[in-house]
């Protein structure tokens, strides 16, 4: 059974830091994709940051130059460093794995998700 477990999400002000952390169980396919989604209250959820099965980050644009995607095989964790936090950033972040079946396409709609943590930042 795949399981996400999302931490590291808390309150600070803007212009600070902090590191989100995944920890995957049960997930063991070379060929997969992952990412980081967030959702604000009354908006949809939106891809943040992701790593696709060659280990490839991509961003938003929202949050380029601030994130950053990296992982731990080792430790089977993947990260999100989130520098100069802006107040646009308060939302529950998520994580996600997706399987990559044919192709190289990341089909999120399929991915295994974790419950979030819940990131805050104010002025």
């Known amino acids: 059974q795949v399981q996400l477990v999302e931490s590291g999400g808390g309150s600070v002000q803007a212009g600070g830091s902090l590191r989100l952390s995944c920890v995957g169980s049960g997930f063991t396919y070379r060929r997969h994709c992952m990412g980081w989604f967030r959702q604000a209250p009354g908006k949809e959820r939106e891809g943040v940051g992701f790593s696709d099965m060659f280990r490839r980050t991509s961003y938003s644009d929202s949050v380029k130059g601030r994130f950053t995607i990296s992982q731990d095989d080792s430790k089977g964790t993947l990260y999100l460093q989130m520098d100069d936090l802006k107040l646009e950033d308060t939302a529950m972040y998520y994580c996600?794995?997706?399987?990559?079946?044919?192709?190289?396409?990341?089909?999120?709609?399929?991915?295994?998700w974790g419950r979030g943590t819940q990131v805050t930042v104010s002025s």
């Open positions: 996600a794995a997706v399987i990559v079946g044919v192709g190289t396409r990341c089909p999120w709609d399929l991915a295994f």
